[in-house]
């Protein structure tokens, strides 16, 4: 199901581009080109998923859309928070295309008071004292880790008694988390080896 | 493939680490867990690959690491560079876990010389104007991207034509390039879209 929903989520994407741009119709085979996969794999997802709609002309941009935001709650806004404020945090926080999504963060924190103190930003930071308040009390429901290894599954243990429903992180640490809590990890290291892997196969 | 060359990045990277703390044997399902999937997939990439060795103490660590490493060209060094150097790009220029794993940043590039000029780093840092220059005579087979998105297209177009390989692209934008290279998107938004989609499909 993880391969399906990564799909559908990068077709999601692709769709709110297109809507944007004013497009009124997709193919499959132009779905499958931009997200790298085969127009057979996005017919069946979309046949798993019960997803109507293919006609001559493909599927209506606006519809197809709002079928899959309905279906993952894609169309629900969802407030984040960053933990970690050094420079990938601190990059992170400021990052403006989450908003164009529907995620939006709303806080940042940091175990350094010097740091929180004199950051430039417009969004609200915390100590990480606060953290567990601040995540239950505004209901952020996504995490973001940008701590040292070393404090990961620590902060990790505090967002998720607080309440949120997934965490995505930057450290490079296996996070321990139930069962019921999403974790994504953005391993960059991994990333550069995948695209040497993949250049070393395709080209042999 | 993808699925399979993503799977043995993921499972090499965890042997590495195995390795480093002295482990000697490993299981197919300690595997599995650790990359978040299922026993039998493993199995299954592994006999794909002609891939032997699976004894009652499960794999041998090292030789495993050392199989896979000559089969995906894992165990080669390859040398990186990062261009545009906000944050996110001054971030990515000391993140020490990339030489750990075999990926040396060697150079950074920006648009502004001012910028140029008082960065703090221990890399080699030069202006956009020289890049095709330097990743060719320097031998860089990996193009980190992390410019703005109207600058990204022609980024990509300078490092294919210098000779990369691959190129990890941080901006928000599908970069066009030919077959033969392999270009990977890092994609923030997408990462939080998944987890959400993921939470409400596991807990319906």
């Known amino acids: ?3 399906t929903i990564e799909r559908i989520c990068k077709i999601y994407g692709y769709l ?5 741009s004013g497009a009124d119709f997709i193919s499959s085979k132009e779905l499958a080109e931009a997200i790298g996969t085969t127009e057979y794999t996005v ?7 019960d997803i109507k709609g293919y006609t001559r002309k493909g599927y209506e941009v606006k519809s197809l859309k709002e079928k899959l935001g309905v279906k993952f709650r894609l ?4 407030r984040a928070c960053i933990v970690g404020l ?3 945090g601190t990059a992170l926080l400021d990052y403006e295309h989450f908003q164009n999504d529907g995620f939006e963060i709303i806080a940042g924190f940091d175990s350094s008071i010097n740091k929180i103190e004199r950051i430039q930003t417009k969004i609200d930071v915390f ?8 995540v239950s009390s505004r209901g952020i429901e996504l995490g973001i880790i940008t701590v040292p290894a070393k404090a990961a599954q620590e902060i990790a243990d505090v967002l998720i008694r607080a309440g949120v429903k997934g965490i995505l992180n930057f450290s490079p640490v ?9 974790r994504l ?4 290291t991994n990333a550069l080896r995948f695209i040497a892997a993949k250049f070393v196969i395709q080209n042999k």
């Open 1 to 3: 199901m993880n391969n």
């Open 43 to 49: 017919r069946k997802d979309f046949s798993v998923l």
């Open 75 to 78: 169309n629900k806004e969802r």
């Open 185 to 188: 990890d953005m391993d960059f």
């Open 86 to 88: 050094g420079r990938l």
């Open 174 to 182: 296996k996070l321990n988390v139930p069962k019921d809590i999403v």
């Open 127 to 134: 100590p990480v004292g606060a953290l567990a308040e601040v």
């Open 16 to 20: 709110a581009v297109q809507e944007q």
